[in-house]
């Protein structure tokens, strides 16, 4: 007998975009809609919490209906419905949850509570229908950086991670601090293009054990010192080489860190995820650097680097075909953590 197609309707809401989809088998997307505030929240240079939860509930209705007509489906077509309960910000993530938990309860079917990390190492099982896990993943978003271990479906080993600031925390600070306003990391993506990385020597952060951990604060702070220097000296600014040396010494120590944990496991394939997977510096340090050690490297689209439901309605098909549903009580848990239930 032919296996039955699972359609699973997935829905993110933990920071400041409202997404719904529907995705079949946890690889093929029907629709992926997604509706970001980031115009809202440039007024203030960063997201706001209240303001983001607002606005999630006056579009969460709208966007679930445009994600079912883009897929040609009725509610009655779908399998499970999935949401992000953690991390992110509680007021975001309730707005999402509280629908999702009525929608499974009304049209009777399972409810599956996706850890929003997971959903993004999970971009990359839609844009590589081949990728099965064991494998090393970079997670690099706003709010989360880890070099994790996927050693099958739902188990994780967490190998490195930041001290302080995520990487991409820190592309917005610098970003804010040289005046490209937000976000950050595509403005200092594209300007650094036009800018000598050589130009600065930006510290890089190394840790005397054998931790492949992070910290991205000393090269924030350093950023700033310069910036500040340089106006009390009257020195004249180049913002491209700020930006392009400051990515380069963000890069590069990713990068590093990454083949270390490759090494130490004895991987030959590495799948980044986050929203600064979509860097084009990264993008092609990595290519670079693993194309001389024979390692594989994928990476999500681009749309499917920053925050969307699809990569979360591929992480909950994984969770469902394991017999991982969620109960009706589930509820936003805003620190959640990696592999925790
Ligand atoms: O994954 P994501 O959409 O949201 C979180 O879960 O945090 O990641 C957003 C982060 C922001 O910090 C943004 O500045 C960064 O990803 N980002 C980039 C680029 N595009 C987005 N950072 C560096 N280069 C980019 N091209
Ligand atoms: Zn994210």
Do not use: W
Request: glycine residues 8%.
């Amino acid at each position: 007998m032919e296996k039955k197609d699972i359609k699973i309707l997935a829905i993110e809401s933990s920071c400041d975009e409202t997404s719904a989809a529907v995705v079949v088998n946890g690889r093929e997307v029907l629709s992926n809609i997604i509706a970001s505030q980031i115009d809202i929240h440039t007024k203030f240079g960063g997201v706001v919490p209240e303001v983001a939860s607002r606005k999630h509930i006056e579009v969460i209705v709208p966007v679930v209906e445009e994600a079912l007509n883009e897929a040609n489906l009725t509610l009655e077509d779908i399998d499970a419905v999935a949401v992000t309960y953690g991390p992110g910000l509680v007021g975001a993530l309730l707005v999402g949850v509280q629908y999702a938990k009525a929608l499974a309860y009304a049209i009777d079917v399972p409810l599956i509570g996706v850890n929003h990390i997971e959903g993004h190492i999970s971009a990359n099982f839609i844009d590589h229908k081949e990728l099965e896990p064991p494998f090393i993943t970079l997670v690099v978003s706003g709010g989360h950086t880890y070099i994790v271990y996927m050693e099958d479906f739902g188990k994780f080993e967490i190998l490195g991670q930041t001290r302080d600031d995520a990487a991409g925390e820190a592309f917005d600070k610098v970003a804010r601090s040289i005046g490209l306003g937000y976000p950050g990391g595509p403005k200092i993506d594209k300007v650094s293009k036009n800018g000598n990385d050589d130009a600065i020597k930006f510290p890089k952060a190394n840790f005397h054990d054998n931790s492949i951990d992070f910290s991205f604060s000393g090269v924030k702070s350093a950023v700033l010192n310069y910036i500040n220097n340089a106006n009390m000296k009257n020195e004249e600014i180049i913002v491209e080489d700020v930006a392009a040396s400051f990515q380069k010494a963000v890069v590069e120590v990713l990068v590093e860190n990454v083949l270390k944990a490759c090494k130490k496991k004895k991987v030959d394939k590495i799948a980044i995820a986050g929203g600064v997977a979509s860097n084009s510096c990264l993008r092609a340090t990595m290519e670079k650097e693993c194309g001389k050690r024979g390692i594989k490297v994928l990476f999500p689209s681009l749309k499917l680097c920053t925050d969307n439901a699809a990569m979360i309605g591929s992480a909950a098909y994984f969770e469902y075909i394991n017999g991982r549903t969620s109960e009706i009580t589930l509820n936003a848990v805003p620190n959640l953590k990696l592999g925790q239930r």
